[in-house]
T-cell receptor, first 114, second 115 residues
Framework: DAGVIQSPRHEVTEMGQEVTLRCKPI?????LFWYRQTMMRGLELLIY????????DSGMPEDRFSAKMPNASFSTLKIQPSEPRDSAVYFC????????????FGSGTQLSVL | AQTVTQSQPEMSVQEAETVTLSCTYD???????LFWYKQPPSRQMILVIR??????QNATENRFSVNFQKAAKSFSLKISDSQLGDAAMYFC????????????FGQGTELSVKP
């Protein structure tokens, strides 16, 4: 298996533009997580899905952020409009079941909003 | 809501020595798991060790071991015989076995290893 695949690896955009981050989880995994990592706030859980259904989106910072999981093999995180404070590394992770199962992380998307 | 706290933003250890990274958590649940993840400069997240809350025995993985104190809600990581390759950011994480399997991280501890 190729692991969790995120794209793009780097994204540079201007303030006000729409940004879409993509994630392909590992086949067979039923949990998918989106995290944001910054120096100031560490790893923040934004939202997670179970069987394609959003379970908890309480970490989504504001209405400018939205996430979807239309099927078991694809998820997107969209920011519209983007702001400089959104600059961070965004990770997608997936796991099989819950509990003791570890998360498999993608390589992250480094987002810079100018 | 569950929280995870790592009170040491940075730690340093001499090569071949032992270092302990602290982690505390808050939860009202009884069924959960605890993890330590390592993040080197490559950004890759690597599972170091995990602990089931229902087990009293502390988990060990080679040079890595934990001190799990359930009543105190403490979960520290001990690295023995530290190596240069251990230098990384270390994250403590809590995963509920209820509430949909939510997993949350502490703020991280950056470990440097001196030769």
């Amino acid at each position: 298996d190729a692991g969790v695949i995120q794209s793009p690896r780097h994204e540079v955009t201007e303030m006000g533009q729409e940004v879409t981050l993509r994630c392909k989880p590992i086949s067979g995994h039923d949990y998918l997580f989106w995290y944001r990592q910054t120096m100031m706030r560490g790893l923040e859980l934004l939202i997670y899905f179970n069987n394609n259904v959003p379970i908890d989106d309480s970490g989504m910072p504001e209405d400018r952020f939205s996430a979807k999981m239309p099927n078991a093999s694809f998820s997107t995180l969209k920011i519209q409009p983007s702001e400089p404070r959104d600059s961070a590394v965004y990770f997608c992770a997936s796991s099989f079941r819950r509990g003791r199962e570890k998360l498999f992380f993608g390589s992250g998307t480094q987002l810079s909003v100018l | 809501a569950q929280t995870v706290t790592q009170s040491q933003p940075e730690m340093s250890v001499q090569e071949a020595e032992t270092v302990t990274l602290s982690c505390t958590y808050d939860t009202s649940e009884s069924d959960y798991y605890l993890f330590w993840y390592k993040q080197p400069p490559s950004r890759q997240m690597i599972l170091v060790i995990r602990q089931e809350a229902y087990k009293q025995q502390n988990a060990t993985e080679n040079r890595f071991s934990v001190n799990f104190q359930k009543a105190a809600k403490s979960f520290s990581l001990k690295i023995s015989d530290s190596q240069l390759g251990d230098a990384a950011m270390y994250f403590c994480a809590y995963r509920s076995n209820n509430q949909g399997g939510k997993l949350i991280f502490g703020q991280g501890t950056e470990l440097s290893v001196k030769p």
